[in-house]
């Protein structure tokens, strides 16, 4: 028996009967029972780093079975040089509990991924260690988004004011030009025409500034799909026409609580600017991937009454451009941020703040000749039924 189920079965012994106790306890879950109840992977390794025990979370994290995973050297599902190994090896000469955030975990069968990782000695099997893994990334991309849904919130106000106090007058100043510019001489128009389309530029900004009012919208179920499909064949017949398009879809996937404009709109902006990075690098094979999944385990607390939403509807899209600027990657999603000298940085704060009103995640991975976006949303669930659809 291995050392963390042994620990385990010690623990869960029943407590005796007494004469006037109550009654007897129910027999304790098994230690296999226990370790896949748990959400988060747990496994054990001994002294050489071999597997020796995993849970259900664990198999699905390593994309294995437990029975082609037990006695397999750790090394050969990941890469040896990853910083986990140098987290593990400390933990064993320390003797205690080593525990760090932001590790990168990849491998063959391992998507890349930021956890946060806790490796933890076991007192009567030298050199074994329990290790438990959660996912660091989902964590990280909840407070992007709260940071970017708070500062989204600022620019609502903003909005308002510069809706009542610029719009108006930015009427009036284009409407004198086009005046002038009937009377102007031939030299002179260039200047008119300048006014009216700084006019237009300053309006655009505004009227994007109020998209982000918080505005009530009927949420229906829809066809994913469907709306990837739009968003590709408008893609395709304009500013991606040279780009290859992939499709990875899970044709069993069921349909998502939304709004389908705004869903549209979102995915639509995330394409467009896989397409402007691989311009960027004017190289010829440039590919976009639409993926769609279902993955079990996505959960969102929300406030104030602190229940979990499912989010396991999983929507990505891939790019193989230059990458994000690691100096922006963090910031990615606040207003006023952006990657092009003559972007507003209002694109991708609108993306999480509708994703937000959907009940949803959206998390950003990057780097070069690798972007990628996933959104995760709820499913439509049938109130005639009480179950997702």
């Known amino acids: 028996m291995s050392g963390l189920r042994g620990a385990l079965r010690r623990r869960l012994r029943p407590g005796a009967r007494t004469s006037e106790g109550p009654a007897p306890l129910a027999a304790p879950a098994t230690p296999d029972q226990v370790l896949d109840a748990f959400p988060n992977p747990v496994f054990e390794l001994d002294a050489r780093n071999r597997l020796l025990s995993v849970n259900y979370a664990g198999e699905e994290l390593f994309g294995l079975s437990v029975s082609r995973l037990i006695g397999q050297p750790l090394d050969e599902i990941m890469p040896p040089d990853l910083p986990i190994f140098m987290l593990l090896d400390r933990a064993r000469e320390q003797g ?82 086009q005046l002038l510019e009937s009377s102007a001489r031939e030299e002179d128009r260039e200047l008119t025409e300048l006014i009216c389309d700084e006019v237009d530029r300053i ?67 995330l394409v467009k600017n896989a397409a402007e990075a691989i311009a960027e690098t004017e190289r010829q094979d440039g590919e976009i991937m639409l993926i769609t999944g279902f993955q079990h385990g996505v959960r969102l607390t929300t406030a104030p009454a602190r229940s979990q939403r499912n989010l396991p509807v999983l929507i990505a899209i891939r790019d193989n451009g230059p990458g994000i600027p690691e100096d922006i990657r963090r910031h990615l999603f606040e207003p006023f941020v ?20 959907h009940g949803g995640l959206i998390q950003a991975d990057s780097r070069p000749g690798r972007t990628e976006f996933r959104i995760h949303l709820p499913v439509f669930e049938d109130p005639a039924e009480g179950a997702p659809a």
């Open 96 to 177: 205690a509990t080593i525990a760090e955030h932001d590790l990168v975990l990849e491998g063959a069968r391992l998507p890349r991924r930021l956890v946060a990782l806790q490796a933890a000695t076991i007192a009567d099997r030298p050199g074994h260690l329990v290790v438990t893994v959660q996912d660091g990334s989902a964590a990280r991309a909840m407070d992007q988004q709260l940071s970017a849904r708070n500062a989204a919130r600022s620019i609502t106000g903003m909005a308002a004011v510069l809706a009542h106090e610029v719009k108006n007058p930015l009427s009036g100043i284009r409407g004198a030009a």
């Open 338 to 357: 952006s990657t092009k000298a003559a972007g507003s940085g209002l694109g991708l704060a609108l993306v999480a703040k509708i994703v937000a009103d």
């Open 203 to 269: 309006r655009d900004l505004v009227e994007r500034m109020e998209m982000f009012r918080d505005k009530p919208i009927e949420h229906r179920p829809v066809n994913i799909h469907r709306v990837l499909e739009h968003v590709r064949r408008l893609a395709q017949s304009g500013f991606a026409a040279r780009i290859r398009f992939v499709e990875q879809y899970d044709p069993s996937l069921p349909p998502v609580l939304g709004h389908r404009d705004q869903l549209v709109q979102v995915l639509l902006n």
